[in-house]
């Protein structure tokens, strides 16, 4: 079947804009993950979504910073103001269940911004 | 604090050498082990899990509760073994991944 999707691929944007970038997680994942991959710093988490809970948003690294879910599935990762270290490979991953239970996270192609 | 250290960026064999791409946690409970593997061009795909015992495409990796490692071995590399490779914790029954800054693993023919 289809795995995760993310839109667009590429983004390029000037500093000071908004933009908004999309994860269509596997179908029926309750479990929804959004994690930033920088130049030499890893990949890390930003924010978690798991059925009708509450968000983790304990990652979120700055109140530019937000993501909501719509009825359960696609997903949209919201920065505005951009500034040009937020300049990254944004992936998305999503799960049947928590991790914790034994699942699999499956990650998405990402969307790399580039903020000039 | 939670922590995934892996001290290597850049890892160069030769195709048939042994390999072992390092991975140190930090953690004060029992968290749950991964490695993940990025292939050139692909998205990143789980590899192995320490829960599992498997063994995969060669790979095995055994976690070490007293010295906090979860090193990644494979007796003969092989050219298609070239790619990122990422080592992560979940705390146990947690969510979240936390991953190392991953190492590049070369395999020269």
């Known amino acids: 079947g289809a795995g995760v999707s993310q839109s667009p691929s590429n983004k390029v944007t000037e500093k000071g804009k908004d933009v908004e970038l999309r994860c269509d997680p596997i179908?029926?994942?309750?479990?929804l993950y959004w994690y930033r991959q920088s130049l030499g710093q890893g990949l890390e988490f930003l924010i978690y979504?798991?059925?009708?809970?509450?968000?983790?948003k304990s990652g979120l690294p700055s109140d530019r910073f937000s993501a909501e879910r719509t009825g359960g599935s696609v997903s949209t990762l919201t920065i505005q103001r951009t500034q040009q270290e937020d300049s990254a490979v944004y992936l998305c991953?999503?799960?049947?269940?928590?991790?914790?239970?034994?699942?699999?996270?499956?990650f998405g192609p990402g969307t790399r911004l580039l903020v000039l | 604090a939670q922590r995934v250290t892996q001290p290597e960026k850049l890892l160069s064999v030769f195709k048939g050498a042994p390999v072992e791409l390092k991975c140190n946690y930090s953690?004060?409970?029992?968290?749950?082990l991964f490695w993940y593997v990025q292939y050139s061009r692909q998205r990143l795909q789980l590899l192995l899990r320490?829960?599992s015992r498997e063994s995969i495409k060669g790979f095995t990796a055994d976690l070490n509760k007293g010295e906090t490692s979860f090193h990644l071995k494979k007796p003969f590399a092989q050219e298609e073994d070239s790619a990122m490779y990422y080592c992560?914790?979940?705390?146990?029954?947690?969510?979240?991944?936390?991953f190392g800054t991953g190492t590049r693993l070369q395999v020269f023919p």
């Open positions: 991953a999503s799960s049947s269940s928590p991790l914790g239970s034994g699942e699999t996270q499956y």
């Open positions: 179908s029926g994942h309750t479990a």
């Open positions: 979504f798991q059925g009708n809970s509450a968000p983790d």
């Open positions: 953690y004060s409970g029992s968290p749950e």
């Open positions: 320490h829960i």
């Open positions: 992560a914790l979940s705390p146990w029954g947690g969510d979240k991944l936390i």
